[in-house]
């Protein structure tokens, strides 16, 4: 029965003989194969049989092509690829990854993480980061793949946060789905140092998995970090950096959102109240401020086992509407959750809109970017600017066009417009500074040695006529956050994932999401959702590029029928083989 299925008559050291060059392997076969196991693995949890469960996951990590994917996803696909752990090993040679995938077969002795400082976005803050090395990494990404499908069956629905085929902008329509025909009491909760104190023993506790496995966690787990040289043991936490870690997380943090499903259940067909959580940050939603008040007790009081804690300078109670008077201070209408305001304005009753009854609401739902949000975008670009005061100008639109575009297609499924307007003002006062600072005082003709005239397509095919375009004399320009289209995000099923099978739906939101660039979106429709290279359908969990058909060193052009879209190993394949012709012609 424990018989592998990765074909008849499959001989492993024949399969490593004849495939000297890694990329001959045939990684359609080789996904198919993992990706069947981890549906049944996930419908087998989803019907409760765990005896299947956990057999299904030993065939995983013994299965050759399972180890396969899990080494080409952590020295090809993943972006950390060229950062080292503690071993100094970054991008190892296609050789070395078959011998990668044959060492991370049995029980390995995890070496010390190696930690890394980052800065935290818009704040003087650092944040740890905990790298393995690629070994503990492969092993890593191959339990990952035999214990995700799992969980997958299993985490709440209104879950969002590190989980396949979802994201932010998924949470943020959760909210507004759960707040836009009614007024309500909101707990906004922040968990302190969430991935440094879970508790190792409560965590594993929560995993029935197979030993082998089991054990394998806890050694991540208590592997210790070097700081500098310095050792420090792991007694607590999952250290961010691993490539497992977000998911021990989730397993520690699921059930919250039902604890409070089942202290207040439906009631008379309404809700009474509803948790939405990204990672460590969430919202309890409720139209009593008495309820919310027993959900924060209660959720106090279910992290403390979990070795957490609600952090009280980042946790308010308020309200979606009105302002109000709570712990002995005035608290504003409305809160910010991952860089968005979501807030209720009053409004004339013929600019509302009803309520289940038909009744007009008299208040309207509006989500935009934060304050926050919008002050550290600024004082990103303000930086840049700054960096490149010297610097040609084509090159401070080079690296200023992936910020803009980034920051205004994150917001693009809000209402961002007056916002857009208000940033391109601020970012056009800067690159007036910028030009006087080259050319002294800023008068007409010297600013029309920058910007120039210039008629605009956007997206939506609207036509522009841009007066003062920030622009090369080669008609290399500025991107501005007002050219991006208002999109409304479709929320994602709350019993949908990426185990299931279904791939018309997956290809589909893909290709639908608002963080999709146009080109990209045009590809996956034009593709139906497939890589040209390797055939497969392009997961949630994909990094896909745009590859120029004809490479643009022999002559090929940046348009749309020299476009494809490839997986990140298969572009890196493809580009190798360009190399080579280009070589030998």
């Given amino acids: 029965m424990t018989k592998s299925r990765e074909g008849k008559g499959f001989d492993k050291r024949r399969f490593t003989k004849t495939t000297n060059v890694w990329k001959s392997i045939n990684w359609a076969k080789v996904q198919r194969y993992v990706f069947k196991l981890q549906k049944r693995i996930y419908q087998a949890a989803k019907s409760g049989q765990d005896a299947k469960v956990r057999w299904l996951q030993r065939l995983m990590v013994k299965s050759y092509y399972a180890r396969l994917l899990a080494v080409r996803r952590v020295t090809q696909d993943n972006q950390g690829k060229k950062t080292a752990g503690v071993d100094g090993v970054k991008v190892i040679s296609p050789k070395q990854r078959l011998m990668l995938a044959e060492n991370i077969k049995g029980n390995l002795k995890a070496k010390p993480l190696r930690r890394v400082w980052i800065p935290k976005p818009g704040r003087d803050e650092k944040r740890p980061l905990g790298i393995p090395t690629i070994q503990d990494r492969a092993r890593q990404a191959l339990v990952k793949s035999a214990l995700e499908p799992e969980w997958e069956s299993r985490f709440e629905g209104t879950s969002y946060g590190f989980r396949p085929g979802r994201s932010t902008h998924d949470a943020i329509s959760r909210i507004y789905t759960a707040i836009n025909l009614g007024q309500y009491y ?12 879970i508790n190792h023993d409560y965590l594993l506790s929560k995993i029935h998995c197979p030993s082998a496995l089991k054990r394998d966690l806890k050694q991540w787990l208590k592997a210790g970090v070097l700081d500098n040289g310095a050792f420090e043991g792991t007694e607590t936490g999952t250290p961010q950096g691993g490539v497992i870690s977000p998911l021990l997380a989730n397993i520690a943090l699921d059930g919250m959102a039902r604890l409070i499903e089942t202290m207040y259940p439906r009631k ?274 994909d990094i896909v590029e745009i590859d120029h058909i004809v490479p643009r060193s022999h002559g090929g052009k940046d348009e749309y029928r020299n476009l494809q879209l490839l997986h990140r190993h298969c572009h890196d394949d493809k580009t190798a083989l360009d190399e080579e012709r280009m070589l030998y012609s």
């Fill in 186 to 197: 909101v707990l906004d909760a922040d968990i302190a140092k969430c991935f440094d104190r």
């Fill in 268 to 541: 008379r067909n309404r809700t009474q109240a509803t948790a939405i959580r990204y990672a460590d940050d969430f919202v309890v939603i409720s139209p009593s401020l008495e309820i919310i008040e027993q959900c924060k007790t209660a959720i106090s009081e279910w992290l403390k086992p979990v070795g957490l804690e609600i952090k009280p300078e980042k946790t308010r109670i308020c309200h979606t509407l009105n302002y109000i008077e709570y712990g002995g201070k005035t608290e504003e209408p409305g809160f910010d959750f991952l860089g968005f305001n979501i807030r209720q304005y009053q409004v004339g009753k013929y600019k509302t809109g009803k309520n289940t009854n038909g009744k007009p609401l008299g208040f309207k739902t509006d989500i935009k970017p934060s304050k926050k949000a919008v002050k550290a975008h600024t004082e990103v670009i303000k930086g840049v600017i700054k960096q490149y005061k010297t610097a040609p100008q084509a090159a401070l639109i080079s690296k200023l066009n992936p910020i803009i575009q980034g920051w205004s297609n994150y917001y693009s499924g809000v209402v961002s417009t007056e916002t857009f307007s208000k940033l391109d003002h601020i970012v056009w006062l800067m690159l007036r500074a910028w030009t006087a600072a080259r050319c002294g005082k800023a008068n007409h003709g010297k600013l029309r040695k920058y910007f120039k005239p210039r008629t605009v397509k956007l997206r939506n095919g609207v036509e522009r006529q841009e007066t003062w375009m920030f622009q090369t004399k080669d008609g290399l320009h500025l991107y501005k956050h007002d050219w991006t289209p208002i999109v409304r995000h479709t929320l994602v099923r709350p019993d949908a994932s990426p185990y299931d099978g279904n791939w018309t739906y997956w290809a589909t939101r893909k290709g639908q999401a608002i963080d999709t660039p146009n080109r990209v979106a045009k590809l996956l429709k034009k593709q139906k959702g497939k890589c040209t290279w390797c055939g497969q359908y392009f997961s949630p969990s």
